[in-house]
């Protein structure tokens, strides 16, 4: 009886250590703006993470738009 009550007692150990693990605690995001300067086929894999949620995974929240005008950016930035 006593091996019976250890092994239960083992089992169940087990079982609410593996319950736990699988679920995940919300987190709060931390929100990132991310300004590109312009539209790019260079950023695809940027865009795809952003769509997948793998940011959201990772605790971040992306903010993301376009600076419009990439000459003028550039000549303000060499400026400064």
Do not use: H, W
Request: proline share 2%; charged share 20%.
């Amino acid at each position: 009886m006593k091996k019976l009550f250890s092994l239960l007692s083992i089992l169940l150990s087990f079982t609410l250590i593996f319950a736990s693990c699988g679920q995940k605690k919300p987190q709060e995001l931390t929100k990132v703006r991310l300004n590109e300067v312009v539209r790019s086929i260079f950023y695809a894999p940027m865009y795809v993470a952003i769509n997948k949620g793998f940011f959201e995974e990772e605790g971040l929240e992306i903010e993301l738009s376009t600076g419009q005008g990439a000459d003028t950016t550039t000549t303000k930035s060499q400026i400064i």
